[in-house]
């Protein structure tokens, strides 16, 4: 019988072979691996909020608030009224106190199903700016919003890995790196609640693909089963950045992970969220996640939204969640209290959470009313004033066309193609749909479910409505017009009339043709992606449109609207084919972006300096890891065999050319590298008390590993057999006694602070050597000593530098200890690595200019 990939040790040490015998494109179903090894441990009580550090006044408001309530009425805050209110979700009100419930709405990119609201760039694109400072004005922009009408509660960040290319949600998120999605989700998430708003951070955890992603009505739900180390240094590695950055909310998943449902899973909640991350705020199920009450109660879950039972099951019109009977809370809450299924302490500690997360931010006082109804753009509905049509936009426009020229990736660029002068073109042609508008408007499609005109934003909850959309044809024109009434432009938006690409082709000098590739959420089929893409190649035929018009115009310039990576190996060695621009999803300022970095000469002049958050690969099958589209399991099995080997980290591992690799993107200029140092502060070899390390667990552990990775202890020889066993535990009502005292704290928020503390400065110099001004993205990439068994580079720090030509600055990076630790899964702890680690300073993951060590 061959091994199976159930632990870490054997994982790291005989990884090759096991991944390369388990993964294949199309991968199969692993279910029929034994996937009873892939079980999640109970977790039990759920760990009481704390009032840690800076929530303390919080959480003491919240609990003397939480001591006036009755059952009922604390039963209102937990549980939502149903999707027929003004927000997506609504929980209940306490009239007798005056408070008038939460309001949570969508989405990681604006204010979802709401007018006179902006349309920001995607996650991704945010991402791809390698800009902290962009990232958390996109944030704090998006709350400024989402207050103004009114919203308590933003759904966003989102934060999955994009473990699969081709995974339908990956476009909301942050790229195919924990540390850069790290970043950019503490830094979104200080954006948002810096004024005030409930940040809500998710999906906790393991939605990485559309197909058989679950919810209350799904016949399949899918295991993601991930071992306890990749666990924690890949996908929790974001979650906890969020948790430290003091996020408010966090939302748990539909699928299951390790075959418990992600919204019940005590390991995940009680154990990691709360207990380990010391998580002082409260989890929301996502919409209908729920498949039952008192299971997500006892595991740590906080609120049930949207309230109901599920999308079509039952009635969905009890404004009272009191009374609704339609709800696995509600009264069902009340009933499992007085049964004593569940403690009124957990009730409590539910409500208690949610309204620390009210008061840190602020909201008890002068918090505006919402305005708006996420069912309609009317201003009435059924005789009612629901949209007050609050314009929120303020200046945002400017913002969203700075991330949108930010966020531009230029992947090619011959001879100096672009930038583009004016001065330079007698006759240009643009070619492609994704050039112009949408012919139903730039909201024709319910949430953008359709790929008509310009590519702005995916599809499904993670949009919002477009104010407008400037696609590229009318910026272009427009821009070209200003400088040149007589140059002749002539856009063909028809994709499939080649002939006339030919002839219009031919008579141009310059030829730039637009091709896109969409992907969204799964309740929307767009041509047949059910969400996640079922290829990696351009839509309406791009890559002929493309060959065609570069078979007649030899200075063809390609522009690329896509979600995620695409295969361009059709036409990317065409030598007319001069130049690539990929600018990803840029939101409503779309080609006045755009034309800020294709001619770089108007009012927004902008040297690209957007890097890939992704791996683009020369074929499908070199990522490691795929959809899993078809499977006759109710239970489909998603193994994460390739463990911490995702995108880059499994090109650089197994030797694979990558068309481009993560990190990568050109400049219209140079710039060179040089004296990198290096320091080590005192703190390296400080002893940490074990107490402060390790978190005294008041939990209920049913599962052991037998065999383990032990830093100090590893080593390449040993082959030990897997062997793990675990009882197959179901979650039992507890008594009504009320939880016992803890008998340590919980951990400190995001971790042991200790994991914060600066460790090592790296500094180097980098110098415009180039002629035009322009940003350079600057990387740093760690390799650590190989017995620990870490992918050969990982990423651990990057700035966006502006410089002018010739200057040169100074860049200091500074690592954490938690930046040099591994996840040992048998301590349960992080572990500072020691010996030689390895730094490589770098314009991406694979041009590395500087090189150095230092010793721990
Ligand atoms: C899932 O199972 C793996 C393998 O047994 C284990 O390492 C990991 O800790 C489990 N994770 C959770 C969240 O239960
Ligand atoms: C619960 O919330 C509903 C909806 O806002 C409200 O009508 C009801 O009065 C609340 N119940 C209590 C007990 O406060
Ligand atoms: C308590 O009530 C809940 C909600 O109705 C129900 O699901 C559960 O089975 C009950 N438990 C007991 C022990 O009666
Ligand atoms: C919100 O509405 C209530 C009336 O329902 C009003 O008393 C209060 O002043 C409003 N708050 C704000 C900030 O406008
Ligand atoms: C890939 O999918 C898109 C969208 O469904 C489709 O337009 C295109 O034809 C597909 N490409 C190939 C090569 O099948
Ligand atoms: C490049 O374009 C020229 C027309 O300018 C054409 O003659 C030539 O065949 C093209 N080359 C390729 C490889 O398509
Ligand atoms: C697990 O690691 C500890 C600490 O290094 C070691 O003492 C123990 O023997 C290891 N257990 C197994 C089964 O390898």
New binding site residues.
């Given amino acids: 019988m061959r091994p199976r990939i159930s632990i870490l040790t054997s994982f790291v040490l005989v990884a090759s072979r096991i991944v390369l015998a388990d993964v294949t494109t199309g991968v199969p179903d692993a279910a029929p691996r034994g996937f009873e090894d892939w079980e999640s441990p109970i977790v039990l009580p759920s760990p009481p909020v704390q009032g840690t550090d800076d929530w303390a006044s919080a959480v003491d408001r919240a609990r003397a608030f939480v001591a006036m309530l009755t059952l009922a009425e604390k039963i209102n805050i937990t549980t939502g009224i149903d999707v027929l209110g003004r927000c997506v979700g609504n929980t209940g009100t306490i009239p007798r106190m005056g408070w008038n419930g939460l309001c949570l709405q969508d989405s990681p990119l604006g204010v979802r199903f709401t007018d006179f609201v902006s349309a920001f760039p995607a996650g991704i694109n945010a991402a791809a700016t390698w800009d902290v400072d962009l990232m958390r004005a996109r944030g704090k922009a998006m709350g400024r919003e989402h207050r103004g009408k009114g919203v308590n509660v933003a759904l966003g960040p989102m934060t999955n890995m994009g473990r699969v290319a081709a995974g339908g949600r990956n476009w909301e998120g942050f790229g195919a790196d924990p540390f850069l999605s790290g970043a950019a989700t503490a830094a979104t998430v200080e954006g948002y609640q810096s004024v005030g708003v409930i940040a809500t951070v998710k999906h906790y955890i393991a939605n990485e693909q559309e197909h058989y992603r679950g919810g209350s009505d799904a016949v399949q739900v899918y295991s993601s089963n991930i071992d306890d180390r990749t666990l924690h240094e890949v996908y929790l590695w974001p979650f906890a950045e969020a948790v430290k950055a003091g996020v408010g909310a966090v939302m748990c998943s539909y699928n299951k992970i390790n075959q418990t449902q992600a919204c019940q899973n005590s390991k995940l909640i009680n154990g990691i969220l709360k207990e380990e991350l010391g998580f002082q705020g409260f989890i929301m199920s996502d919409w209908a996640a729920m498949i039952n009450g008192v299971q997500p109660a006892l595991a740590g879950l906080d609120m049930n939204m949207p309230g109901f039972l599920g999308y079509g099951v039952g009635p969905q019109n009890d404004p009272n969640p009191v009374t609704a009977t339609n709800s696995y809370w509600g009264a069902a809450l009340i009933e499992m209290v007085n049964n004593g299924s569940v403690t009124e302490g957990r009730v409590d500690d539910m409500v208690t959470r949610t309204l620390a997360a009210w008061y840190k931010m602020g909201q008890d006082t002068g918090y505006p009313n919402v305005s708006f109804s996420q069912l309609t753009e009317e201003t009435y509905l059924n005789g009612e004033l629901v949209n007050e049509h609050i314009n929120v936009q303020e200046d945002h426009y400017e913002l969203i066309r700075e991330i949108g020229a930010a966020s531009a990736i230029l992947l090619k660029n011959e001879n100096n193609a672009l930038p583009l002068s004016v001065g330079n073109i007698k006759r240009i042609a643009i070619f492609g749909s994704d050039a112009g508008p949408n012919p139903d408007g730039p909201n024709g499609c319910m949430d953008r479910g359709c790929?008509q005109g310009t590519l702005a934003m995916g599809w499904g909850s993670g949009t919002a409505n477009f104010p407008y959309l400037i696609d590229p044809l009318a910026a272009i024109t427009t821009h070209i017009n200003s400088m040149d009434p007589t140059v002749v432009v002539e856009g063909v938006l028809n994709d499939y009339n080649l002939a006339q690409v030919k002839t219009i082709g031919s008579l141009a000098d310059t030829c730039l043709v637009f091709a896109n590739?969409?992907s969204g959420e799964a309740y929307i089929n767009?041509?047949?992606?059910v969400g996640d893409?079922?290829?990696?190649?351009?839509?309406?035929?791009?890559?002929t449109l493309i060959t065609t018009a570069a078979s007649v115009c030899a200075n063809t310039i390609v522009v690329l609207h896509v979600v995620g990576p695409v295969l361009l190996e059709a036409w990317i060695d065409n030598p007319n084919v001069t130049a690539v621009l990929h600018p990803g999803l840029p939101g409503q300022e779309s080609g006045r972006a755009l034309v800020d970095v294709l001619f770089a000469d108007g009012e927004n002049p902008t040297n690209p300096s957007g890097r890939l958050p992704y791996t683009i690969a020369k074929l499908r099958t070199d990522y490691p890891a795929e959809v899993l589209y078809s499977s006759g399991n109710s239970t489909p099995q998603i193994t994460y065999s390739e463990g911490l080997q995702i995108d880059y980290r499994w090109f650089d591992s197994k030797g694979i050319e990558p068309r481009f690799e993560f990190g990568f993107g050109l400049s219209y200029t140079t710039f060179e590298y040089s004296g990198l140092q290096i320091s080590v502060s005192d703190n390296t070899r400080r002893a940490i008390p074990s107490e402060a390390l390790s978190i005294t667990p008041f939990k209920t552990l049913t599962a052991t590993a037998t065999s383990n990775f032990s830093a100090s202890s590893a080593s390449a020889s040993s082959s030990p057999s897997p062997s793990w066993s675990f009882a197959s535990v179901q979650l039992s009502p507890t008594t009504s006694a009320p939880p016992p005292p803890l008998s340590s704290p919980v951990g400190d928020i995001g971790g042991p602070r200790e994991l914060y503390e600066d460790l090592v400065t790296i500094s180097f110099t980098v110098q415009n050597t180039g002629s035009v001004e322009g940003n350079e993205v600057s990387q740093v990439y760690l390799a650590f000593p190989s017995e620990y068994g870490e992918p050969p580079k990982v990423l651990r720090g990057f700035e966006r530098t502006y410089l002018d030509v010739g200057d040169e600055e100074s860049v200091e990076i500074t690592l954490r200890r938690k930046d040099v630790s591994v996840w040992d899964v048998v301590r349960q702890e992080w572990v500072g690595v020691t010996g030689e680690v390895w730094v490589m300073v770098g314009s991406s993951s694979r041009d590395i200019r500087l090189q150095g060590s230092f010793e721990l």
């Fill in positions: 790929d590739a969409d767009v041509g047949g992606n893409r079922n290829n990696l190649t351009l839509w309406h035929t791009g890559d």
